[in-house]
């Protein structure tokens, strides 16, 4: 897959750790992907220590993929408050733990389960999704997760191994 690296932007995105940090690692999720899910709990955790000590920033960016059953995540992303990052995220980790107790809800349910996770419908988000939606397809993105480092795509199921030793090599 070929993708279009110069058209990434760290615009309309959740932002873990310094804007100083010389790595900027995108990601590209679904809150209702199982892959996505499966990164957030085992391959990103090995970036805090990065994120920590000031070389790595993660910038998450929600992927509003049109496929059942993402849709429900889709919906989700509506809730998310931007301008609140480090609690959003904490919101964002909780929903991966708790994806299997509300990821097979209908759409319709989604507003009260926001309502139950603390959150409320943002007026921007659509707007930014939209952004998000337009910088996917100039990147071109197809699957989530799409995680890059640097140059280098992992794309849904991601290898913690490889990954570990592309995000090592990028920072020495």
Same mark, same amino acid.
């Given at each position: 897959?070929?993708? *279009? =690296?110069?058209? &990434?932007?760290?615009?309309?995105? &959740?932002? &873990? ?21 499966? /990164?957030? @709990? %085992?391959? $990103?955790? =090995?970036?805090? +220590?990065? &994120?920590?000590? #000031?070389?790595? *920033?993660? !910038? ?6 049109? +496929?059942?059953?993402?849709?429900? #995540?889709?919906?989700?992303?509506? /809730? ?8 959003? =995220? ?8 708790? *994806?299997?107790?509300? #990821?097979?809800?209908?759409?319709? *349910? ?6 139950? /996770? #603390?959150?409320?419908?943002? $007026? ?11 910088? !996917?397809? $100039?990147? %071109?993105?197809? %699957?989530?997760?799409?995680? =890059?480092?640097?140059? @280098?795509?992992?794309? @849904? ?16």
């Amino acid at each position: 897959m070929s993708f *279009q =690296f110069d058209q &990434i932007t760290h615009e309309d995105s &959740i932002k &873990i750790g310094s804007d100083h940090a010389p790595l900027k690692i995108v990601e590209y999720i679904n809150l209702r992907c199982p892959d996505s899910k499966n /990164y957030e @709990e %085992n391959v $990103a955790p =090995f970036l805090n +220590k990065y &994120i920590k000590n #000031g070389q790595v *920033q993660r !910038i998450l960016k929600h992927f509003d993929k049109a +496929k059942y059953p993402l849709e429900v #995540g889709n919906v989700l992303n509506q /809730y998310l408050n931007y301008s609140t990052p480090v609690e959003t =995220f904490r919101v964002i980790k909780k929903l991966f733990e708790e *994806q299997s107790t509300w #990821g097979s809800h209908r759409l319709s *349910q989604i507003p009260h389960i926001a309502k139950d /996770y #603390g959150l409320t419908l943002q $007026a921007d988000n659509r707007e930014r999704a939209q952004r998000v939606d337009e910088e !996917i397809s $100039a990147v %071109n993105v197809e %699957n989530v997760p799409t995680v =890059f480092v640097g140059e @280098e795509a992992f794309v @849904e199921t991601i290898d913690l191994d490889e990954f570990k030793e592309t995000v090592e090599n990028h920072l020495q």
